[in-house]
């Protein structure tokens, strides 16, 4: 792997921890109803900004930064900065406020799961390449999910009123991160990871 390569996936996965944990800090800030609000509002003028773009009417420093966080897969094929509307952003806002609507600790499993877990399971793999399958590595993907478990059950140790899941939970977390890692979702896993978090949520508390 180049390190062209891996300074690019550095600098989209510093964004995408960094937006991550921006959006929580605001969640607690300013409470729940407030954020949805502004995540909403966030969100269509996203999507307004790159329909200009895909048009080419979006401004130099819009289209320069959404070529730089784009994967070369993103722009199908394309040379300049009118590449395809590129959706991850807005998923990963999707998916963090259809988690917003979870308890505070699911909803921060789930955080945790989006930024650190997925960041962890594309470096983790593209700097010690273990175990290749697809285009992804197992050593990623075991990184993220044992990462992500303990730092739950870390939180949930200093902070309990806070961040304290069951044990059971916690280890469906760490799964569900492996599992959505190994599948070809692309950016849908920000959908597919607080689905699945808030599907097991219900689960746990009608057993």
């Known amino acids: 792997m180049s390190a062209e390569t891996i300074q690019a996936e550095l600098r ?37 900004l790159e329909l200009l773009r895909v048009r080419g009417y979006a401004g130099q420093l819009w289209a320069s930064m959404a070529w730089s966080l784009s994967r070369p897969s993103e722009r199908g094929g394309a040379r300049d ?33 989006m930024s650190i877990g997925d960041s962890l399971a594309t470096l983790v793999g593209l700097a010690v ?31 309990p009123s806070l961040y304290s899941l069951p044990l059971v939970m916690v280890a469906l977390v760490a799964l569900f991160i492996m599992l959505v890692d190994m599948l070809p979702l692309q950016a849908w896993d920000n959908i597919v990871l607080p689905l699945l978090i808030a599907a097991s949520y219900f689960l746990v508390h009608a057993l």
């Not at 995408?16 to 954020?35: D, E, K, M, N, T």
């Open 81 to 113: 900065t009118r590449f395809p509307f590129l959706l991850s952003p807005l998923l990963l806002a999707l998916g963090l406020g259809l988690a917003s609507m979870l308890p505070h600790p699911y909803f921060f499993a789930a955080v945790l799961a």
């Open 12 to 48: 989209r996965k510093g964004v995408h921890v960094g937006l991550c944990f921006a959006l929580y800090a605001c969640f607690l800030l300013i409470g729940a109803r407030a954020f949805r609000i502004i995540l909403s509002v966030g969100m269509l003028s996203y999507i307004l």
């Open 129 to 159: 390449p273990r175990g290749a399958y697809m285009s992804k590595h197992l050593s990623g993907t075991l990184a993220a999910g044992i990462a992500v478990g303990l730092l739950l059950l870390f939180f949930g140790a200093i902070a």
